[in-house]
């Protein structure tokens, strides 16, 4: 019995060190060609989750939020993100004051503080969400 479990463990790939997942180059994300999928306030278009040279996890995604709606309730995390107002105007929760934007703004939410987003009409927003985790991304906050 001992021989056979010697015998497995030497088997080719019994210890094989897994592949590392590869690094996404220079790519162009063409709107047209990422469908919009259907979310319970608007729509979501995903460009990317992937691994880059100097980030672990590049996070992109396009939100359309109908007039009226959040696509979730104020929330932290604790990766860093950057939303860029591409069409409409959304309110958001930045530092405990609800800011009314237009299109072209940025936001930039920091590491475990809370915010979110409304769009107080009149025309669906547009936005787009731009998410990083490295090494340096702190735990999440403990409830």
């Known amino acids: 019995m001992l021989a056979a479990t010697i015998a497995a463990a030497a088997a080719p790939g019994a210890f094989a060190i897994p592949e590392p997942t590869p690094v996404m180059g220079s790519t162009v994300f063409d ?3 990422i469908p919009a999928k259907p979310s319970g306030s608007g729509s979501v278009r995903s460009f990317c989750r992937k691994r880059t040279a100097t980030l672990d996890e590049l996070e992109i995604h396009a939100t359309t939020l109908n007039p009226g709606q959040i696509p979730h309730p104020p929330h932290r995390h604790p990766n860093e993100e950057l939303v860029v107002l591409v069409q409409g105007n959304l309110e958001t929760l930045t530092n405990g004051q609800w800011t009314r934007v237009g299109a072209g703004s940025v936001i930039f939410n920091a590491s475990n503080q ?3 987003l409304r769009n107080p009409g009149p025309e669906a927003a547009i936005y787009h969400v731009i998410n990083w985790n490295t090494a340096a991304t702190p735990a999440a906050p403990q409830p």
């Open 114 to 116: 809370l915010h979110g």
């Open 31 to 33: 709107w047209n060609a």
